[in-house]
Structure formats: C-alpha cells, structure tokens
C-alpha cells in the first residue's frame, strides 16, 4: 500500500521560509514522477515543483511563480520528498500536497495516482 505523508507546513511572515517533506512508503520501482501541488481557496489545484526519476537521469521542474525561490529534492534512498521555500510571499498561501505517479511527470492533478493529506502553509503580510 503507498503512502504519502506531508509535514513541515505553517505559519510564517512575508520573505520567510519553510521545508515541507513527504515520507514515501510503499511506492513501486520505475520510472516515476513526484511532486508538489498547492491548492488556495476557491482555486484550482495547480503543481508547484515536480522532480522525474529514471534509471539514468532526474529532472526537476517548477511554476513559473515559485521559480529561484523553491526548491525540489529527494533523498538517495527515495523515501523523502522535500520542498524548500524560501522567500514566501502572501500568494503563496495554500494547503500544500504531495504526488506521485509511475511514468512521465505530468501538470494535471488528475494524472497523479498517489496523494498526501496536505499540510497548510500561510503567508502573512
């Protein structure tokens, strides 16, 4: 059974940082895709920073909005996702999700077999 655990989230004012992780159990080998999406209110879940791992190479890919300022990473043995925020900022408010899907890294939520819970991160003026 995959499980996904996130931690990490909370509160914290304009300009400050938070590193939000997932521990991973259960997920089969292969080429695969994990990421982060964030969801505000009243918004569409939309991906934040996503990493591809095959047999030979890791590519890591981030929104527009977040790039230089997030940071996506996974420790050797596979079995944590991380999520460095530095430099937040009030829009990045949201509950914060981790997922991951056997294959190519995909942008659709939809795509995504495997979800956390979510942990909320906010951003206050």
């Known amino acids: 059974q995959v499980q996904l655990v996130e931690s990490g989230g909370g509160a914290v004012q304009t300009g400050g940082s938070l590193r939000l992780s997932c521990g991973v159990s259960g997920f089969p080998t292969g080429t695969n895709c994990m990421g982060w999406f964030r969801q505000a209110p009243e918004k569409e879940r939309e991906p934040v920073a996503r990493?591809?791992?095959?047999?030979?190479?890791?590519?890591?890919y981030y929104h527009n909005a977040v790039k230089g300022r997030f940071t996506i990473s996974r420790d050797n043995a596979k079995t944590t996702l991380y999520l460095q925020m530095n430099v937040l900022k009030p829009e990045d408010t949201a509950m914060y999700y981790c997922a991951a899907r056997l294959g190519s890294c995909d942008t659709r939520p939809s795509a995504f077999t495997y979800w956390g819970q979510g942990t909320q991160v906010t951003v206050s003026s």
């Open positions: 990493i591809y791992s095959s047999g030979y190479s890791m590519n890591t």
